[in-house]
């Protein structure tokens, strides 16, 4: 499990674990670097700061899909997971789930 500094851009560094957390404290963008391998998969978990609700951007290194951005929970201290694999013949992470609002 690795903490990862939030920032303007969260960047998340995928050759150093398999789950990143992060604590939002302002509205950034997220984005995803190094990953090792065709069909990696780590998770993201998202925790709404004090202040916000926070919102995210997401760098195209990210994919969705056809079902779309997903919409952060607003309660302050909720925990937003991503779950995402990374496709090597599309340089992209594809966000594979999405599970909102588990209360900490």
Same mark, same amino acid.
């Given at each position: 499990?690795?903490?990862?500094?939030?920032?303007?851009?969260?960047?998340?560094?995928?050759?150093?674990?398999?789950?990143?957390?992060?604590?939002?404290?302002?509205?950034?963008?997220?984005?995803?670097?190094?990953?090792?391998?065709?069909?990696?998969?780590?998770?993201?978990?998202?925790?709404?700061?004090?202040?916000?609700?926070? +919102?995210? %951007?997401?760098?195209?290194?990210? !994919? $969705? #899909?056809?079902?779309?951005?997903? =919409?952060? +929970?607003? %309660?302050?201290?909720?925990?937003? !997971? $991503? #779950?995402?694999?990374?496709?090597? =013949?599309?340089?992209?992470?594809?966000?594979?789930?999405?599970?909102? #609002?588990?209360?900490?």
């Amino acid at each position: 499990m690795e903490n990862v500094a939030d920032g303007a851009t969260i960047t998340i560094d995928a050759a150093l674990a398999s789950t990143f957390r992060v604590t939002l404290g302002g509205n950034h963008e997220i984005t995803v670097i190094n990953p090792a391998y065709d069909g990696q998969k780590i998770v993201v978990e998202v925790t709404q700061g004090e202040g916000g609700p926070w +919102s995210l %951007t997401y760098s195209s290194a990210l !994919d $969705f #899909g056809a079902a779309g951005q997903p =919409a952060l +929970s607003t %309660t302050a201290g909720d925990e937003d !997971d $991503f #779950g995402l694999s990374y496709k090597a =013949a599309t340089g992209r992470w594809r966000v594979l789930a999405f599970a909102p #609002g588990y209360a900490n």
